[in-house]
């Protein structure tokens, strides 16, 4: 929250903020495709403007309640005509470390009420759902259903396995799904959070399991954000293959707009 807020204030209103905004949302062009004639696209000042304003209320959405868009307004006109602004410089600092201590304390708040309430729900879903026909648990607390027994060989904790998978949230929510990007996950068992781990050597290849992963096993309190905190999760996972040493691992794709949860099951401990 603290770097979001201190590029909203700081850098939004830079032309290079738009111009790179613009080139980020401009669609790949397909292999083999002439890249478009840009410079022959007519504008004119006020498509510029207009660009820009776009890119600076995309910048905002985050504060939009915390901000009067009339006053934002008159102190960027001064700040641009280089006259005097309602605060000086040093004034503007002070407020601008104080919001932003107001903000993370905000973001801290939202985050325990989060954390408490998934942390019950999840404890009770768990409890009912190790009643279930076909659910085992294990020792850890790991539940699993089998939905289909492969006669290949089990993976151990250092092997690196290629998979297929589908993630959703207790509420039937989906975050992540290799079959929506159309190609398998590949990546080292002991780099995932717990529960993949402990479960993935279950199964052989050609099996495809369900889990139903309890926080504590998965990211705990620093689930990502399509995720969120102490979430209970469900997995359905079918292992395709275990890489043999020199194998080259396919490398996983990240969905646009959604990088934390390109790869669900990692460590976030490795998440960058």
Do not use: C, H
């Not at 954000?225 to 990240?254: C, H, Q, R, S, W």
Request: glycine share 8%; aromatic share 6%; no cysteine.
């Amino acid at each position: 929250m603290t770097r979001f807020v201190q590029k909203s204030l700081v850098a939004a209103f830079a032309a290079s903020f738009a111009v790179g905004a613009m080139a980020a949302d401009a669609p790949p062009a397909a292999a083999g495709a002439e890249k478009p004639a840009v410079a022959n696209v007519p504008i004119d000042k006020n498509k510029v403007s207009t660009m820009v304003g776009m890119d600076i209320g995309r910048g905002l959405t985050q504060i939009k309640d915390d901000i009067d868009i009339k006053v934002v307004e008159q102190a960027l006109e001064a700040t641009l005509k280089g006259e005097k602004t309602a605060l000086t410089a040093e004034e503007a600092l002070a407020v601008r470390q104080s919001f932003m201590q107001q903000m993370q304390g905000k973001k801290v708040a939202e985050q325990k009420v989060a954390a408490d309430k998934n942390k019950k729900e999840g404890a009770d879903f768990i409890a009912a759902n190790k009643s279930k026909p076909g659910v085992k648990t294990t020792a850890s607390g790991l539940q699993y259903m089998v939905e289909k027994e492969g006669t290949g060989a089990k993976p151990k904790a250092t092997d690196t396995v290629k998979v297929n998978y589908l993630g959703t949230k207790i509420d039937g929510t989906k975050f992540d799904s290799s079959y929506d990007r159309n190609q398998p996950a590949t990546f080292p068992l002991n780099g995932v959070i717990k529960g993949w781990t402990e479960g993935m050597q279950l199964m052989s290849v050609g099996s495809k399991y369900k889990f139903f992963i309890p926080a504590d096993l998965a990211y705990g309190e620093n689930g990502p954000g399509p995720i969120g905190p102490n979430a209970t999760l469900i997995f359905e996972v079918e292992l395709l293959d275990i890489e043999k040493p020199g194998d080259k691992p396919a490398a996983m794709e990240a969905k646009p707009g959604a990088k934390p949860v390109a790869k669900p099951a990692m460590k976030a401990a490795d998440k960058k």
